[in-house]
């Protein structure tokens, strides 16, 4: 206000000797100054209501647009979710999309690039791992997983939590210790986030324990190993992104894999979290109280590799990775049983297991031997062995045992066990007779025709 009067008297000092200037002063502000402020305030409050007006519209035609077409962003590329599946866009189709609904629309057409713009920022703004699936792809993608994968819907959600832990970068001290098989599998996982741009995906899954890590940091996972790699893979083409998007989205509504763990039913805390709950010591224990027995007979002995086997097979009827070094495992069991170096046996032990791997083993070594180009299948074996059984002994449990004690004996497909012959049995005769049989068979039938 100040500096407006100073401006007129300034302007009257200049001129205060030109009677024609005076007067042109005294015109524009007495006749044409009111007119144009008018004029001036008419149209801001113009604009005023006509960028009121389109500010509103635009908000209306972004939320609208945004509702309809579900964009995302991540790693510089364009994601769309049409409420079942996600998948990558070019930016180019996004802006023929937004130019022709904006025309489509006309309402904000005179906004038309601001809008884009605003749009395409917008977007930018909503990562792709900040989305939130629709219930039908999440049960997509639990229906393809459980039980194909997992046994049940639990360990399915546990799983997708840890990949989404993974990509956002959560929980980076836990280890998750899983079978060689199954690291097979999450390795595709990890290719194909690779594709998008994240990195290290299934880093913290493991297939061995190493003393070096705290039990209180282990997790154990497992997943049906009895699906192909080439199933999982064309699983993964399928339902793959939506799985990381929905693996996020679980991560980010449970806070990450150890608090959904922990809320989750008994069975599968008490599975996942066994290392964290134990130490070798009582792991051992519970193996010596579930597995071996003390005798005060001190002929009873049992050989450390018998022990071992035994092990093995505790360890497999809990579903549990291998948790203890075997060293470390000999060492317990010697503060609770006698032990001899020279022969590697335990005194004052026996086992209820001992009795069915026993007659396995003597029928093994009173009957196999080893020979060129033959074959023995495990239906076939388990028949031989029948009259040697003290209790019915399944084709895996005999697969197991062969695998331990004859580690030179070649089996393939878990079915035939290569270069062998048994001596109450032998096969090429037995085949030879049924082809016999059925050459005379043939001939009789012939005969019979004619």
């Known amino acids: 206000m100040q500096e407006n009067m100073l401006t007129l008297q300034n302007l009257y000092e200049k001129y205060e000797n030109n009677e024609y200037m005076l007067k042109r002063i005294h015109n524009h502000i007495a006749i044409y100054l009111p007119k144009t402020l008018e004029n001036e305030l008419n149209n801001f409050e113009k604009r005023t209501v006509r960028t009121n007006k389109l500010t509103t519209d635009q908000d209306i035609f972004i939320k609208v647009f945004l509702n309809k077409n579900r964009y995302y962003y991540f790693n510089f590329s364009f994601y769309e979710y049409n409420g079942k599946d996600y998948k990558m ?71 997708l939590t840890i990949i989404g832990d993974n990509i956002l970068k959560k929980n980076q001290t836990l280890i998750y210790l899983t079978s060689n098989k199954t690291k097979k599998l999450l390795i595709e996982i990890d290719n194909l986030a690779i594709t998008i741009g994240i990195t290290n995906s299934t880093h913290n899954f493991i297939t061995k324990y190493h003393e070096a890590h705290v039990y209180s940091l282990y997790r154990i996972f497992n997943i049906n190993e009895s699906i192909s790699e080439n199933i999982w893979k064309n699983i993964l083409k399928d339902i793959g992104l939506n799985m990381l998007c929905v693996g996020t989205h679980y991560s980010n509504r449970y806070g990450n894999a150890e608090n959904y763990i922990n809320k989750s039913d008994e069975p599968l805390q008490k599975y996942t979290l066994f290392l964290k709950d134990n130490n070798p010591s009582n792991i051992a224990q519970q193996f010596i109280s579930k597995s071996l027995t003390k005798t005060e007979d001190n002929s009873c002995t049992m050989s450390w590799k018998n022990i071992h086997y035994i092990w093995k097979l505790y360890l497999s009827n809990l579903n549990l990775p291998n948790v203890i070094y075997y060293n470390t495992l000999k060492t317990i069991l010697k503060e609770h049983f006698a032990y001899n170096e020279e022969f590697d046996t335990f005194s004052n032990m026996t086992s209820k297991y001992l009795p069915r791997v026993s007659s396995f083993l003597l029928f093994w070594d009173k009957t196999i031997s080893e020979t060129q180009n033959d074959e023995i299948e495990i239906d076939e074996l388990i028949g031989l062995f029948k009259p040697y059984q003290s209790s019915a002994l399944t084709d895996v449990e005999i697969l197991k045992i062969i695998r331990h004690f004859y580690t030179s004996v070649e089996i393939i497909d878990n079915k035939y066990i290569l270069n062998i012959k048994c001596s109450l049995w032998d096969k090429s005769i037995a085949i030879n007779k049924v082809l016999e049989l059925i050459k005379m068979d043939d001939v009789i039938t012939s005969n019979e025709i004619i």
Do not use: G
């Open 89 to 159: 866009v070019k930016e180019d189709d996004i802006h023929h999309k937004l130019l022709s609904t904006i025309s489509a629309d006309r309402v904000i057409m005179p906004w038309k690039h601001k809008t884009k713009i605003n749009i395409l920022k917008r977007i930018k703004e909503s990562s792709l791992f900040t989305s939130i699936p629709d219930t039908y792809t999440i049960q997509n993608i639990i229906t393809y997983l459980c039980p194909a994968i997992f046994a049940t819907k639990n360990e399915v959600k546990y799983f």
